[in-house]
């Protein structure tokens, strides 16, 4: 639950920045990668296990299920309870939890490191013997729905997520990571301990941690995992399930969805299409663009005219999200019942404007230097260069990637960055979302987006 | 709307009824500018050097060499306590004033300042007894972000058209955190019920009224009773050193003259005798409980008891809440928060219930544990178990420099003295089991409790 003791200015997390990796890599006699950084500053140690596949290999009406798979693990060993593990996890002072991403699915674990040996010897038993037990399954189900249906209280996130899946019609991108409650309530223990034999093997396994903890120790556990999970034959059909998916692409016109619930006094509007990967030849420009258009400054295009300027909106951002293939990039604010007809217009002008005129000389020089000055604190410490790592390996992304961000934006001209933008925004092809009071908000909002009003859909946010 | 003709209209304002504030700075170059230096030692190889300047500034260094940064931060012992009723929100409505202008730069070029030389992470926060400005910065631009800091300090320009703007975003902030939140809806519930007489009444981010009826000359008068050297500490931790920092601040900030501490008297809470409730109906799917009850302030002798009694309710999955909630399939989460507030304050439990579970049965379960807690004294193995969560908190708590400095300067804003977080942290260990019992049967006495239920619409 989230409780709100202070408040900001701005509540935005800004992905940060410097320094020298010490990350070492070793190969052990599988296919594992292990990277470990030792930071001797706080007694703790941080591993992430990192499995190169996410909510994407998620099959067909079995949505939720790597998910679900995950949480499981966490829930039972052949030889220990979900209560003995939790015991023994809070006893050493521990934590353990699972991220899911489209394309990775990430253990991450900490632990004071005068606990590490039995610590690593527990995560090792997770990953490698567990046991799926009927109990916890129906409890996990209880658990998760329930989560689905709390998650309805939260206008934000439930407004991204409603995002997402209208951005991406129907392509794995666009596969909510819970999943839904009607693929949940029929997700059978085998088509769980089939995921995991698929997913939980040696060549799609990573070990990337850092901490106050010798890299020997960490290189020999992970021998020890590998031996354990080694390589498995697959069907044709499981196989398909782990290949990367196929880029997704934009609708062919504008289309505007409005999420109705009701007694709404704000609204949460995400505009957006799909995005390009990092890999791609224009991403620095655009990533240029992006932070002088709707990035996380105070001084961006949509933070001066949205919020600076008229007061519609607490944010006003926008950005790009990432995967193997193109995601998605859109822009997020979040006005008052009353404005946002007119905040939708105005942003629409905005990345109409940002097609055609693209930044100016002043945003240019001024993006760059901000970009070029702020980008050391990318990599300042250790555990923002494991997360790097993470990100690097599980995107295909080239070796120091995330550090090369400075001097790649140093050398961009601002004709490079307009050519992008032109080439890149596609005004006519946007999706777009509102969640809100529908009644109140149906006409308007279609004329704004410049849509006829019949085309307008609207959905109940109950709706999944 | 017209929006050539605001813009227009906006800038003419900014011209025309620009108020400036009347501090100045001492220009006698002869004060002396430090009072008072202290070596506190921190945590592992760390240790802080606490500095007061004559005109009563706090400045407390940590030099972490581990990279080429540092964290820049500046707390006012101000907060929404410092408030009246029907002027709530101001401390935080004032905390966004203060990114515009000032006499010697315009709206806007402070931001623009700071990002350009590679600022991260630049915000502020507002809380019930302090106020902070933070930003993280290259740490060649030491000199820029005092240079800035200690300008805003004393030079702010209020004007009223860029006041009414601001004020809305606040109120579309106010929207956001609690309006359309169920969450917030029922914390603002739990305090404005829990306490009828001290200021933490009422919500930090203020009324919408409030709000609507403030205006740019409260923000002023709350900027000259409020903003002075003397009622700020400036935290630096990262890859500097330390005489060195004292010397630019001093450079900047030594010769603003310090205020008079505006007289404000704070009510005591009268002691609640029985239970308080209140039932909101908000568009939910599952039900939500928060219960507060009352606790200590911050420097109290019972806090690091207390922080040992939350972990043993809700630290990890093998807590006594999470086993009486979460796996008997009441709830999906249950947490309890530890109190950081000056004054008297509330220790919250709060349960997100299952699907077609009803909140007497979180209630029921979460009295039934309190209970117990009266009735037996907790083993030794679980309140090692609680004990080494708080540990790796405060180690994992600690690992930034945003993160040490954040800590010094709660502690210093709000105790009055950075040591003091260090000394209950030690405190912590000496923590028995006989502690555990002792503060189940002093402050959770369920006739003392508030409670706030949401249920669906």
Known sequence: ???????????????????????????????????????????IVYINV?????????????????????????????????????????????????????????????????QLDPYLKLLNEILTQPSFT??????LKSEMISTLQEELGHDSSLASRRFSQFLFRGHPYGNPVLGNTQDIEQLSKDQIIAHYRRLVQDKLILVIGTGDASEGKISSWSKELAAMRPNVELSAEESKLLEKVSAPKNAKSKRLLIIDKPDRTQTQINVGQIGIRMTDSDYFPLYLGNYAFGGPSFSSTLMVEI????????????????????????????????DTASALGESLKLVRELKEKGISQEQFEFAQRSLANSSGFMYNTPRKRVENKLLERTLDLPDGFMKSYGPKVSKLQRDQVNNALKEFLKPDELSMTVLGTAKN???????????????????????? | MNFKMLTLSSMFLLVSCTTITQKEANTNPSIDHLKQKEVIPFIGNFSVNRFTLANGLRLLVVEDHSSPTLAYQTWFKVGSRDEVPGRTGLAHLFEHMMFKGTKNMKDGEFDRALEGAGAQGENAFTSRDYTAYIQEMPKDKLELIAKLEADRMVNLVINPASFKTEREVVQNERRFRTENSPDGLIYQELFGLAFQKHPYHWPVIGYQKDLENMSHKN?????????????????VVGDVKADEVLKTIQSHYGKLEPQETPEHSISSE????????????????????????????????????????????????????????????????????DPDDKDPTLMIIAANLQK??????????????????????VSQAELDRAKNKINFGFYEGLESNYQKAHFLGHYEATAGDLAEGIRQQKKILDVSAANIQDIAKRYFNPNHRTVITGVKK
């Open chain 1, 50 to 114: 990192a499995i190169k596949g996410g909510s994407v290999t998620d099959p067909r009406g079995q949505g939720g299920l790597t998910n679900f798979m995950g949480e499981m693990l966490l829930r039972g060993t052949q030889s220990k309870t979900k209560e003995q593990i939790d015991l023994a996890l809070d006893q050493m002072g521990a934590r353990l939890d699972v991220e899911i991403r489209a394309e990775a699915m990430i253990f991450r674990g900490a632990v004071l490191s005068s």
């Open chain 1, 307 to 338: 919020r600076v300027k008229r007061g519609w909106s607490y944010g006003a951002n926008s950005s790009f999200r990432f995967g193997l293939q193109p995601r998605s990039w859109h822009l997020h604010l979040f006005p008052s019942a009353k």
């Open chain 1, 1 to 43: 639950m989230r409780i709100q003791g202070k408040t900001s200015r701005l509540s935005s997390f800004y992905p940060a920045l410097f320094l020298i990796s010490g990350l070492l890599s070793s190969a052990t006699s599988h296919a594992y990668e292990v990277e470990f950084e030792k930071d001797k500053s706080v007694p």
């Open chain 2, 356 to 377: 077609g579970k009803k909140v007497y049965e979180a209630e029921s379960a979460i009295l039934r544990e309190l209970s117990k807690l009266t009735q037996e004294t």
């Open chain 2, 270 to 337: 009268t002691a609640q005798k029985s239970p308080r409730k209140k039932e909101l109906k908000l568009n939910i799917q599952v039900d939500k409980l928060m219960i507060g009850y009352h606790v200590p302030g911050l420097t109290h002798q019972d806090i690091p008891k207390l922080a040992v009694f939350q972990s043993i309710l809700t630290g990890g999955k093998s807590s006594r809440l999470n086993q009486a909630l979460v796996e008997t399939g009441i709830a999906t989460s249950v947490d309890a928060y």
């Open chain 1, 441 to 464: 908000l149906q006409t308007a909002l279609a004329k704004a987006a410049g849509i006829p009003v019949e085309e307008v859909e609207v959905r109940p946010y109950t709706q999944q």
């Open chain 1, 134 to 139: 009927d109990v916890e399954i129906k409890k």
């Open chain 2, 219 to 235: 923000a002023l008068d709350f900027y000259q009773a409020y903003y002075s050297p003397n009622h700020a500490t400036v935290v």
